[in-house]
């Protein structure tokens, strides 16, 4: 199973991008799905996670600018970037968890906020 992120570019402060992330195929043993991103001499960390039951959880520094949603599918996640900033500047990552199962990872989408 493979996870194909897209969505990123290059976008001015106060703009808006959207994250998608898809699964090669359908998974029914996911727990949860997520977004993660890292940026140049930082480790990886979590933006954005929802379980299958939909329970959402984000890091301090999006609350209020990004939202994250599961696709009509189920194995697809979204992210909805407002309101971006320059410290929002990374590549960005998918994640799924499965039961029993090592992670899933997508390659990664670059972000830039610049003017």
């Known amino acids: 199973v493979q996870l194909q992120a897209s969505g990123g570019g290059l976008v001015q402060p106060g703009g808006s991008l959207t994250l998608s992330c898809a699964a090669s195929?359908?998974?029914?043993?996911?727990?949860?799905m997520g977004w993660y991103r890292q940026s140049p001499g930082k480790q990886r960390e979590l933006v954005a996670s929802?379980?299958?039951?939909?329970?959402?959880n984000y890091a301090d520094s999006v609350k209020g600018r990004f939202t994250i949603s599961i696709g009509n599918a189920k194995n697809s996640v979204y992210l909805r970037m407002d309101s971006l900033k320059p410290d929002d500047t990374a590549v960005y990552y998918c994640?799924?968890?499965?039961?029993?199962?090592?992670?899933?990872w997508g390659q990664g989408t670059q972000v830039t906020v610049s003017s």
């Open positions: 994640n799924i968890n499965r039961t029993f199962r090592l992670p899933l």
């Open positions: 195929k359908t998974l029914l043993d996911i727990e949860a």
């Open positions: 929802i379980t299958s039951g939909t329970v959402t």
